[in-house]
């Protein structure tokens, strides 16, 4: 497992954008991200792979976020644009310690997670 630390979050109006970072203290195969609301599952949003930089999205949030790697930095970063009001959620950054030759979009799939990060986006 490695350490994963998150930045970012906060308050936006809808239609706004914000920006989320995720360091990883290690070596990884796969970062992503995952949302959380109040009373609701885990949900994956998107995620990279860092070998071939291949991505996958959730359809909610297809042309509206947007996920990006830096190499030398070993950070992923989550860019989100035209935020909804159902966007809001405790968003966490996760990571594959394995190899993968596909991005994967399963919970199960990511060993690694950091502490989550709140994004709240008012209408």
């Known amino acids: 497992q490695v350490q994963l630390v998150e930045s970012g979050g906060g308050l936006v109006q809808a239609g706004g954008s914000l920006r989320l970072s995720c360091a990883a203290s290690?070596?990884?195969?796969?970062m992503g991200w995952f949302r959380q609301a109040p009373g609701k599952e885990r949900e994956f949003v998107l995620a990279i792979s860092w070998s071939s930089g291949s991505t996958r999205y959730a359809d909610s949030v297809k042309g509206r976020f947007a996920i990006s790697r830096d190499n030398a930095k070993n950070t992923v970063y989550l860019q989100m644009n035209s935020l909804k009001p159902e966007d809001t959620a405790v968003y966490y950054c996760a990571a594959r310690g394995r190899y993968s030759p596909l991005v994967t979009g399963n919970r199960a799939d990511y060993d690694s997670w950091g502490q989550g990060t709140q994004v709240t986006v008012s209408s």
């Open positions: 290690g070596r990884t195969f796969i």
